[in-house]
């Protein structure tokens, strides 16, 4: 039973223009959310993270948002850059220190030069 | 900082022999270390959750005796696949955490096991 769910297995992006990244979840117990970002043959490394309290959160040329009576969570990216190509998670947890993350299935994003 | 690293990076095996997959986080101590089995197509999945010195807390669906969990010191945690299967062929990848600084969980690069 897939709780994390990103729909878009591919994207490709013009570079400068915006990437956005979706992200659906389904238990109404999730409060903290988080994007990893993972280059070929190197493991996930953490993006930005946003707690439900919140409906955006922004870093620089990432920024998250979040609909909590959707379920659904996006990043957005902008401009994009080609450095930007690469596989996005989206995962979700009860409460920041929890142990188990749900990941989603993973969004390929290429940024065309 | 917080680098973890995973050996081998991909290893081939006979059915029924075992494999160890080592997972170190390398300038950190890590208080928990988990392990993480991706199937292709599928999302990264929770295995194991592990503290050092303690056994490890596995999910369900999950058979201990078959994954075989040892977190011996804050920076180092091993995995054993006994008696692995052609099922059991998938990638394998372990986080770390830290915990004082932050709950950040830290992953390391992943092992693709296949088993003939």
Redesign the interface.
């Known amino acids: 039973d ?1 709780q ?1 769910k990103q729909n878009s ?1 591919s994207l490709s992006v013009q570079e400068g223009r915006i990437s956005i990244l979706n992200c659906d979840y389904t238990n109404s117990m999730f409060d903290y959310f988080l994007w ?1 970002k993972k280059y070929p ?6 993006l930005i993270s946003i707690s439900s309290i919140k409906d955006k959160n922004e870093d620089g040329r990432f920024t998250v948002f979040l609909n909590k009576s959707a379920k659904h969570l996006s990043l957005h990216i902008v401009p994009s850059q080609p450095g930007d190509s690469a596989v996005y ?1 989206c995962a979700a947890s009860e409460g ?2 929890a ?8 969004t390929r994003l290429t940024v065309i030069p | 900082g917080a680098v ?1 690293s ?1 050996h081998p ?1 991909w290893v081939i095996c006979k059915s029924g022999t075992s494999v160890k997959i080592e997972c170190r986080s390398l300038d950190f101590q890590a208080t ?1 270390m ?1 392990w ?1 089995r991706q199937f292709p ?6 295995m194991a ?1 592990s503290n050092e010195g303690s056994k490890a ?1 596995y ?1 369900q669906g999950v058979e201990k005796d078959k994954f075989l969990i040892n977190h011996a010191s804050l920076t180092l945690s091993t995995l054993t696949v006994t008696s692995a299967h052609p099922e059991d062929s998938s990638f394998y ?1 372990c ?1 770390a955490r830290e ?1 004082v600084i932050s ?8 092992t693709r096991l296949t088993v003939t």
Do not use: C, H, R
Request: hydrophobic fraction near 30%; proline fraction near 6%; glycine fraction near 12%.
């Open positions: 897939q994390v297995p990893y043959a190197e493991g996930p490394t953490f998670f920041t220190g142990n188990n993350l749900f990941f989603g299935t993973g | 973890v995973q990076s928990t988990f993480y197509k599928q999302s990264l999945m929770l959750t807390t999910e990848i986080s915990q709950d950040e969980q830290y992953f390391g690069p992943g």
